[in-house]
């Protein structure tokens, strides 16, 4: 008798575990780059917005854009937009007439469009 409660109880323990493992544990990670259709800029200072160098002080900014120099929205952000991103199929601004152009040249070490505002500074 007191096998069967103590094989029962122990057979109740594991399946709950298992069913809270199968909720909580076998979640994904919330988006990346690779897996959203874009990141976001900043329009404070042209960095991947929530990255370490998004408005970081003491960048040396650019004196076209006011945006900090080499950043990826560095004198590509359009003028007069109120946000800007960079779409991770190609690396180019989303949205201007470059995003998504068929038969550009792709950088060999990220695989986005060479020299696009988010060629080799995506995160991957």
Known sequence: MVTRRTFFAIAVAVSLTGIALLGYGCKKSGPTASAAESVELCMECGQIKGGDLCCKPGQTT???CGLVKGSPGCCNIPEGAEKAAICTKCG??????LCCKPNQTLCADCGLVKDSPGCCKLPQ
């Open 62 to 64: 650019c004196a076209s």
């Open 92 to 97: 180019q601004i989303k949205g201007t007439e």
